[in-house]
């Protein structure tokens, strides 16, 4: 893990401190085996591999959304499905979608955040639903979009997604309309959308994106109904903090620490900048077909000190929460973003379409690509913790 990390691993070092005492005390649910001493699974380099990547053909999961699947939208390279993650001083398990949909027979797993975590959630999905015939899966949307639920028939299972960007209620929680620049946050609101969450076993979050509007952050205090409003303004990080501890809060309150887990995925980069990574200035993700090869890369979109305050605040933690440091990993794969190779909601200008920079993705992942390789992270922390 490069030195430009080092200000999330310092922070987190006590984190993961408190949890290896939590997990001494007491063996964390689902767990078959531990990691090899001294194994760091998020820290190691992306390694070629023809054989055994990628884990399924786009084309035969249909459940990844259109935004996604940049080969069907003419993306004309598939290098960037062939790449799998060493860590320096271990290997990762293998996934096994078996053991994974067995752990899951009558059980409710669930990825809750913006649509990041969807991709990951959707990656999970195109990794296990092979296993299952045709008719002993569905897939359903409620709430207004808000919830997707996967069922697996056979093993009485669900996998869900629920959208909920900022994890509070906010101005943008409506599923299918919430582009809203003006983004307000409720203070303490994380009941309206926990309340979808009780009962969940493998509680999967994100909440990282949606926060970089800029410097500050408006946060509400009162109700969304009430004719007068009152707003504070306050720091990312301090906004970014109070919603944070409310998270915890409501984890110790309604999640039982001897039957389920909760996992947060640390946030995704954006390769949106190319002189990040010393590129032609003025480009970004577009056209990017190779991986980023100095192991202290850290882009500029990566706000560390949003990083800082998830350590200070998770080793804080009662509950244990497991943690899935992505970023400095997938900072590396700027090849890897659906950049133009995705369905567009609206036309293009002619303007766009002379220069393709203007509308590429660099936010996104294409499927299958980096995020299965967040779930065999998930899949290695939830079984050898």
Known sequence: MGKTSCAFSDSLNQSQADQSLDQKREKLPFAVGKTEEGCDMFSGRWVRDELTRPHYDESECPYIQPQLTCQEHGRPDREYQKWRWQPHACDLPSFNATLMLE????????FVGDSLNRGQYVSMICLLHRLLPKDGKSMKTYNNDALTVFRAKDYNATIEFYW?????????DNAIVHRISDRIVRKGSINKHGKH???????????????????????????????????????TEDAYRMAMRTLLRWVRKN??????RVFFTSMSPTHAKSIDWAGEPGENC???????????????????????????????SKFPITFLNITQLSSYRKDAHTSIYKKQWNPLTPEQLANPVSYADCVHWCLPGLQDTWNELLFAKLFYP
């Open 286 to 316: 577009y056209n990017q077909t190779t991986l980023i090869e100095d192991p202290n890369y850290w882009g500029s979109d990566s706000r560390k000190s949003i990083m800082k305050v998830i350590g200070e605040v998770f080793s804080k």
């Open 255 to 260: 999640m039982d620490r001897k039957k389920t």
């Open 164 to 172: 909920a960007p900022f994890l509070l209620e906010s101005n943008s």
């Open 197 to 235: 969450w009780k009962g969940v076993d493998i509680l999967v979050f994100n909440s990282y994106l949606w926060w970089m509007t800029g410097l500050e952050m408006k946060i509400l205090k009162g109700s969304f109904e009430d004719e007068e409003k009152e707003i504070m303004v306050v720091s």
């Open 103 to 110: 752990t899951l027979r009558g059980k409710r797993m669930m």
